[in-house]
């Protein structure tokens, strides 16, 4: 259980660092007088967001093989990152 847990807990903290989420959170942040409520309002929706992908993984599981799936998220995380480098050197910003 606590391997999963660190697994998760570290793919998961990775992944978030300097994305979207984390940087429309710190300009709400700068704007906020309570910074106490948006770290809970951004807190509760990445556990909003975690609850439904561990609810559909759950789902999907009874139908895909766990090993599928992860091979499926490998390559679209491998499709998207190619897709990122590509545009970061074509100049284009979307």
């Known amino acids: 259980?606590?391997?999963?847990?660190?697994?998760?807990?570290l793919t998961v903290?990775?992944?978030?660092?300097?994305?979207k989420t984390q940087l429309a959170t710190l300009g709400l942040s700068?704007?906020?007088?309570?910074?106490?409520?948006?770290?809970l309002g951004s807190a509760a929706a990445l556990v909003a967001t975690s609850l439904i992908a561990v609810l559909a993984g759950s789902v999907i599981a009874k139908t895909i093989p766990p090993?599928?799936?992860q091979r499926g998220a490998a390559v679209l995380f491998v499709v998207l990152g190619v897709w990122t480098f590509w545009k970061s050197f074509s100049g284009g910003a979307g």
Do not use: I, N, R
């Not at 903290?13 to 994305?19: K, M, R, T």
């Open 13 to 19: 903290f990775l992944a978030e660092l300097g994305d």
């Open 1 to 9: 259980m606590w391997q999963t847990f660190a697994t998760t807990f």
């Open 67 to 69: 090993v599928w799936l």
């Open 30 to 39: 700068a704007e906020a007088k309570s910074k106490l409520a948006v770290f």
